[in-house]
Nanobody
Framework: QVQLVESGGGLVQAGGSLRLSCAAS????????MGWYRQAPGKQRELVTI???????NYAESVKGRFTISRDNAKNTVYLQMNSLKAEDTAVYYC???????????????WGQGTQVTVSS
């Protein structure tokens, strides 16, 4: 199986920065897309950003120019650098990793446990 461990959330003032990390472990054969989602109270989970194995990225309009996703393929880790944070960025952030694992190269689609990001205005 594949496990994801997130870190880096917390409380920050508006205009501040935070960096989230998400490390995947287990009998991983390959990692494909890695992404970050968030869910604010009373709202549906939404895609924040995604990065392919080749490094192509896509961002939600609301975070373009402020957030940057990156990955370290050697460590099976994805990062989210969040700058110029706003109160509306407050949410639980979840990482998502897709790939294959095990001797049979079965597909996996795993989620992190979630990390709270709170931006005070």
């Amino acid at each position: 199986q594949v496990q994801l461990v997130e870190s880096g959330g917390g409380l920050v003032q508006a205009g501040g920065s935070l960096r989230l990390s998400c490390a995947a472990s287990g009998n991983i054969f390959s990692v494909n897309a890695m992404g970050w989602y968030r869910q604010a109270p009373g709202k549906q989970r939404e895609l924040v950003t995604i990065i392919t194995r080749g490094g192509s990225t896509n961002y939600a309009e609301s975070v373009k120019g402020r957030f940057t996703i990156s990955r370290d393929n050697a460590k099976n880790t994805v990062y989210l650098q969040m700058n110029s944070l706003k109160a509306e960025d407050t949410a639980v952030y979840y990482c998502n990793v897709q790939g294959t694992y095990g001797f049979a190269h079965e597909e996996f689609n795993s989620w992190g446990q979630g990390t709270q990001v709170t931006v005070s205005s």
